[in-house]
Nanobody
Framework: QVQLVESGGGSVQPGGSLRLSCVGS????????MGWYRQGPGKQRELVAR???????NYADSVKGRFTISRDYAKSTVYLQMSNLKPEDTAVYYC?????????????????WGQGTQVTVAS
């Protein structure tokens, strides 16, 4: 019914930049919140940045001032602009969305995850 597809990952040197994109498709009616999580090698998945439809935004302390989340509501898309990347930012980045979807006569509420995109920061 719904898919989240990420793109934009890759390898970059420390201090470099990347921009991740995540597009939602399917019978999406509304998105309450959209954001990014990451899971580094041997680590638990953690919140990177998240934005609600009301505009409230949360960032992990480790990325504040370096990463910026933005959304295109009309396109069910969320972006993550990452600057001044550090080796510790190396992780698989996952898109996340709390959304409503379904046919006209019925609405479902669910949290969806993308398949993940690898970001590697190394010299």
């Amino acid at each position: 019914q719904v898919q989240l597809v990420e793109s934009g990952g890759g390898s970059v040197q420390p201090g470099g930049s990347l921009r991740l994109s995540c597009v939602g498709s399917g019978r999406i009616k509304s998105i309450t919140a959209m954001g990014w999580y990451r899971q580094g090698p041997g680590k638990q998945r953690e919140l990177v940045a998240r934005q609600t439809s009301g505009g409230d935004t949360n960032y992990a302390d480790s990325v504040k001032g370096r990463f910026t989340i933005s959304r295109d509501y009309a396109k069910s898309t969320v972006y993550l602009q990452m600057s001044n990347l550090k080796p510790e930012d190396t992780a698989v980045y996952y898109c996340n969305a709390d959304l409503e979807y379904g046919p006209v006569e019925r609405t479902y509420h669910e949290t969806y995850w993308g398949q993940g995109t690898q970001v590697t920061v190394a010299s």
